[in-house]
């Protein structure tokens, strides 16, 4: 379920930032409120994500870049948005950093800053 909620939040996020995009600078009280109701339910979903145990780097980095890559594609195809392979390559770093916290992610042996790592310092 934990995965459920991140896409959901992912997709919630994707929701708010297209609707910013026709909110006018929030003069447009539709868009405005789609963009307020997408960001919130993506916090809430979110810490929802958090509350069931996935580390907040690991899930923020998952939700930023999906985040990211969808704003850009639904941009591209949808709202004539220009698109580099400048930009492309950034896309790709950002989902590579985002796999890297990912298989980082495996048991805390020898991770730093751990309770588990003998090298903490003790009370």
């Given at each position: 379920?934990?995965?459920?909620?991140?896409?959901?939040?992912?997709?919630?996020?994707?929701?708010?930032?297209?609707?910013?995009?026709?909110?006018?600078?929030?003069t447009?009280?539709?868009?405005?409120?789609?963009?307020?109701?997408?960001v919130?339910?993506?916090?809430?979903?979110?810490?929802?994500?958090?509350?069931?145990g996935?580390?907040?780097?690991?899930a923020?980095?998952?939700?930023?870049?999906?985040?990211?890559?969808?704003?850009?594609?639904?941009?591209?195809?949808l709202?004539?948005?220009?698109?580099?392979?400048?930009?492309g390559?950034?896309?790709?770093?950002?989902?590579?950093?985002?796999?890297?916290?990912e298989?980082?992610?495996?048991?805390?042996?020898?991770?730093v800053?751990?309770?588990?790592?003998?090298?903490a310092?003790t009370?």
């Amino acid at each position: 379920m934990t995965w459920v909620y991140l896409i959901a939040a992912v997709l919630s996020e994707v929701v708010g930032a297209v609707a910013t995009r026709f909110s006018h600078g929030f003069t447009a009280l539709l868009p405005t409120l789609v963009a307020l109701v997408g960001v919130l339910g993506a916090y809430y979903l979110l810490s929802l994500v958090l509350r069931r145990g996935m580390g907040i780097g690991v899930a923020y980095g998952i939700w930023a870049a999906l985040g990211v890559a969808a704003v850009a594609l639904i941009g591209v195809v949808l709202l004539e948005d220009r698109f580099t392979w400048l930009q492309g390559f950034g896309l790709v770093l950002t989902m590579s950093g985002v796999l890297a916290l990912e298989a980082g992610n495996g048991p805390a042996d020898g991770a730093v800053g751990t309770a588990e790592d003998s090298s903490a310092p003790t009370q």
